[in-house]
């Protein structure tokens, strides 16, 4: 049951590389290709069982399943989790480009530095609720603690009410 990386990058939009009944392989290995290449994914070939390929590497196929389905609104959830520096910094700059493309990114993440250097406002949960909503000018991991740890609360506009 494990998928290539050419299978992996175009299962979301599959639609578009049948002909007829059948995937065009051609098309889809040619889309994976420019894929691998844009996001530096270092595989020996799209003919790579992902399962075989590093973290980072796994990360990046799965972002480039999602540009091919060419999404406004990208949900990264944990983006860099489990990968190394080098990756990291990869992920971080494709999400800045993305964001620079008008791409919309909500970014699902436990690091607080990863927070503070790739968001533009934070919205803070606890318990499955929104307990705060900080513009990035008034964010500090104080506040976000403070935020994160709201139990037993009632949360009414970010402000909270014993």
């Known amino acids: 049951m494990f998928k290539s990386?050419?299978?992996?990058?175009?299962?979301?939009?599959?639609?578009?590389?049948?002909?007829?009944?059948?995937?065009?392989k051609k098309k889809e290995h040619q889309q994976a290709e420019h894929y691998v290449q844009l996001l530096n994914t270092r595989t020996p070939s799209v003919d790579q069982l992902v399962v075989n390929l590093s973290g980072g590497?796994?990360?990046k196929v799965v972002i480039a399943?999602?540009?091919?389905?060419?999404?406004?609104?990208?949900?990264?959830?944990?983006?860099?989790?489990?990968?190394d520096v080098g990756a990291k910094s990869e992920i971080y700059q494709l999400m800045n480009e993305l964001v620079k493309q008008g791409k919309s990114i909500i970014m699902i993440s436990s690091e607080m530095t990863e927070i503070l250097r790739m968001s533009d406002r934070v919205i803070v949960m606890c318990e499955g609720r929104i307990t705060d909503e900080i513009p990035i000018e008034k964010v500090s991991q104080e506040r976000i603690m403070a935020s994160a740890t709201m139990r037993n609360q009632e949360v009414s506009n970010g402000k909270t009410e014993k």
């Open 5 to 24: 990386v050419a299978e992996n990058s175009t299962m979301a939009s599959l639609s578009s590389f049948m002909k007829g009944a059948f995937i065009d």
């Open 57 to 59: 590497n796994q990360q």
């Open 65 to 83: 399943k999602w540009l091919i389905k060419n999404c406004d609104i990208l949900i990264f959830d944990e983006p860099t989790r489990g990968i």
